[in-house]
């Protein structure tokens, strides 16, 4: 079992910052990616950024997110972080991480992932 707990939400301006944080523990040896992804009411949970647990591999979702959102990992925290900067109204949502620990399905897929935490809102709004 990975367990994962989301911090860092809150309210911001738009064109404001913010850093995400999610603590993993337990089984931590067994992840082999982690993730962020988003859920705004009334839509789908969609995919943010991910992260090779070992590696320097990054993913991201070019088209909402890419060149003001950076994943990046502390293997010595067991920890994740999304620094969202530039931050837009439509980046509203609910930020959830997520661990993959088996398979190869993509990691763009939230069926990809075997573990999830409780979720962080974060509101833009002036």
């Known amino acids: 079992q990975v367990q994962l707990v989301e911090s860092g939400g809150g309210l911001v301006q738009p064109g404001g910052s913010l850093r995400l944080s999610c603590a993993a523990s337990g089984r931590t040896f067994s992840i082999d990616y982690m993730g962020w992804f988003r859920q705004a009411p009334g839509k789908e949970r969609e995919f943010v950024a991910a992260?090779?647990?070992?590696?320097?591999?990054?993913?991201y979702n070019i088209n909402s997110v890419k060149g003001r959102f950076t994943i990046s990992r502390d293997n010595a925290k067991n920890t994740l972080y999304l620094q969202m900067n530039s931050l837009k109204p439509e980046d509203t949502a609910v930020y959830y991480c997520a661990a993959k620990t088996t398979g190869s399905a993509a990691v763009v897929l939230t069926t990809a992932y075997d573990y999830w935490g409780q979720g962080t809102q974060v509101t833009v709004s002036s």
């Open positions: 992260v090779n647990w070992i590696g320097r591999s990054t993913y």
